[in-house]
């Protein structure tokens, strides 16, 4: 078991709701709607009280205007005035920015619209639409290698879940489904031409576009663990993934032979009786990510990616 070293850590005034990174850092969302900018050293940059409960952030390249969405509308804010720069209605569920605009995903009954927009106005550039199987989901909007290509993770909880990866083609958008359902987002390695698919106690490596299954890798032989699969699966330089347990556990997997080779936790939240406290992890600059921790979830440490590597020690 390995200890990666902190490079910053801070503790909020109120529970990190979710956090999205951007070009300098991250930005923390709280319950009530506040959004905080937080460089990679975990200091404030700015600040915006929002009032109402949001569902995702997106920083403009700027960092003087964010883009919020909630269940009513999608609104550019000026970040010093708190001001609509623009504002469209729809019950949006996930934004996040790309190389030819900002990418929107809004609920519309049985299907998802995916739309790409002018980041300056808010209009409409091109459009998708992927089916929502399971009635009533939401969506998020998750990183791929291509920078004009996004993955749309439709979720509905016990219900089900689906992946589809939607690219901009310049005059269109296209959509195709991705992996098999009911399982965590696919997580492309860089070249983008594999990608980690984790879901009911196993974990493979897929090849894309092929979809063909290149390896897999149980969770445990223990049809019942103690300490299940968690929710959270992350590509490490040099070929590795870490896969954490329910309870914050973070093991290594080496792609290459596709079998855990190591254990890592944050430095200062080691696993216990409760676990490592750890929640979740958004990437960041530079290769680095900040991890969440404590009951409160108001506990943020930056590392360095490459040190959660078996590499890094090499």
Not at 36 to 62: K, Y
Not at 96 to 119: I, P, S, Y
Not at 232 to 252: C, D, H, K, M
Request: with cysteine; aromatic share 8%.
């Amino acid at each position: 078991m390995r200890v990666v070293p902190v490079l910053a850590r801070t503790t909020l005034g109120a529970r990190a709701l979710f956090v999205r990174g951007h070009a300098d850092g991250w930005a923390v969302v709280a319950p009530d709607g506040a959004v905080t900018l937080l460089d990679v050293n975990l200091q404030e940059r700015g600040r915006w009280l929002g009032g109402r409960r949001l569902v995702d952030v997106a920083v403009m390249s700027d960092h003087a205007r964010l883009v919020v969405a909630d269940d009513a509308t999608l609104a550019c804010r000026d970040l010093a005035t708190g001001a609509a720069v623009w504002q469209v209605p729809g019950t949006f569920v996930a934004c996040r920015l790309g190389r030819a605009g900002l990418w929107a995903a809004e609920h519309q009954g049985d299907r998802v619209a995916v739309t790409l927009r002018d980041v300056t106005t808010g209009a409409v550039l091109r459009d998708v639409t992927v089916p929502d199987p399971f009635g009533g989901a939401t969506a998020m909007l998750l990183p791929h290698p291509d920078p004009d290509a996004v993955v749309v993770w439709v979720a509905a909880g016990q219900d089900g879940q689906a992946s589809f990866l939607v690219r901009d083609e310049g005059r269109f958008v296209s959509a195709i489904e991705v992996g098999g359902r009911d399982r965590l987002p696919p997580v492309f390695t860089p070249a983008g031409d594999s990608f980690l698919s984790a879901g009911a106690a196993v974990l493979e490596l897929r090849a894309w576009p092929a979809d063909q299954l290149i390896d897999a890798l149980p969770w445990s032989d223990d049809e019942d663990p103690v300490d299940p699969e968690g929710d959270e699966l992350a590509y490490l330089p040099g070929g590795f993934a870490a896969w954490a347990s329910a309870e914050g556990r973070l093991y290594v997997v080496d792609l290459h032979e596709l079998a855990v080779v190591d254990e890592v936790f944050v430095d200062g939240y080691p696993p216990g009786a409760s676990g490592t406290s750890f929640t979740y992890a958004e990437p960041g600059p530079g290769g680095l990510v900040v991890t969440v921790h404590g009951d409160t979830h108001t506990e943020l440490a930056v590392t360095a990616l490459a040190a959660w590597s078996p590499d890094s020690e090499r």
